[in-house]
């Protein structure tokens, strides 16, 4: 098996790959670096900052609208923010331990998945590359609804603002990001502060559950997993913005700056949303202006709403270039991250057309369907590799071409045993229907691919 083996990261070295990079905080030039691993010289920051670039992105209409769901779905309030908060636990945690492996690999996530699948990553990396367009026309949607009721300007016009700005966020790269979330955050919870005070003044918020029985369990379930494919998107991404932090930077912080950020923002902004349910329906940006109060309060909040989405679109439009580049194609990061935003349109424009309920609900799930597997498959093979190592430099690590083969099976193997447990308007898998609409998928794909990996690489250690 040896003799198959290569280097994991050996086209991660490419001139294409290589550029400017930040070198210290406040740095603002254009980042043209890219999968290329970061050299410890080039280090800089603290964990501290990972707080602000995870929490900022999760204060949009977004998040809002998702809380809403659970009113939607049947269950209430309170039922609703606990099936939240369960599922935001969970996806946090997994990205709060990938995001760990930045200071230690100086490497982006998908360029680090590289060591687990080897050149089979590439399917992934498309994989995540059109994930990141998803996520673009979820969080661009409401962007463009705020700045069109704002401008009472066509919403297609406004669309196209909204992309234009967060690409030229992305196009400035890692430091810009970073400092653009910082300033967002206090921005975000001023805003939201005051959005929730009036929500709850003069509106009827605590909705008691419309199920009951099985249905109700279902109906928690399923909020529960809307939840969970929130937070455990940026599972794939995590990385990419510690990549730069020093390699002693503690692991401990690291994890818990970016749990806390993840976890702080999504709970507290779907509880507004739950809270909301009654006012927010289709017309998000109409009634975000009608619970302000219109005026001078009602436009601040859709122009914060609507920098929020270009904050939060940012991100996916850099680490979508990431992908783009693990993919193989050698073309400078901030081109690539231009062609995620291109592409962002059409998908806004189709969402904006139609059942927006429906329509979001089924590509928030499936777009995220098949990121626990990934994460049970790199964390298997991680563990394998860092054991006893303070750093993994993934250009010198070796892949067998049966350990990436083995990977992608499993991927695959996993995302297909998850079908039938799949609740979305796109697919409703038999188990599902039986569970009164209980979506129990997220959890399917990451046990299998955890099981089928895990044991492969477990019979691979004993062997040698």
Known sequence: MAAEASPAGSSLTDHAYTGRMPARAGDMAVETHGIAPIPPDNRYGTARRLFTVWFAPQ????VVFTG??????GLGFWLGLLAMAVGTVIGSLAV????????????????????AFGGTVAVVAVIQWLSSIAWDGLVGLFGGEALAELLGIPFWLAVVIVLAAQGAVGVFGYEVIHRVQAVMTVVLIVTFAVFAWKLIDGHQVMSPPTLAGPDLAGAFVLEVTIALSLAISWASYASDYSRYLPVR???????????????????????????????????TAAGVRTIMGGGVLGALALLVIALGSVASNAM?????????????????????AVVVVVIAFGLIMWLHSGDLVARFQGVLLFV??????????????????????????????????TDGVVALVTF?????????FMHTNLIIGPVATALHGADLAYFVNFLVAAVVYGGFRLLRARRS
């Not at 204060?59 to 977004?62: E, K, L, Q, R």
């Not at 809403?68 to 779905?73: I, R």
């Open 59 to 62: 204060v949009n209409m977004t």
């Open 68 to 73: 809403t769901l659970a009113v939607v779905l």
């Open 96 to 115: 709060g331990y990938l995001s760990t492996w930045g200071p230690r690999t100086g490497t982006a996530q998908l360029p680090n998945a590289r060591m």
């Open 249 to 283: 930077t503690s692991r401990r912080a690291v994890f818990g700056y970016t749990f806390a950020g993840l976890a702080v923002a999504y709970i507290a902004v779907q509880a507004i949303g739950v809270a909301a349910a009654g006012t927010l329906t289709d017309q």
């Open 316 to 336: 996916n439009d850099y680490s979508g270039s990431l992908a783009l580049q693990t993919v193989g194609v050698r073309v400078r990061r901030p081109v690539s």
């Open 368 to 401: 995220s369907y098949w990121i626990p597997a990934f994460v049970a498959i790199v964390a298997i093979d991680w563990r394998y590799r860092s054991a006893g190592r303070e750093t993994v430099d993934p250009t010198a690590e070796l892949t067998a071409r």
């Open 412 to 420: 695959f193997v996993a995302f297909a045993a998850a079908v039938p």
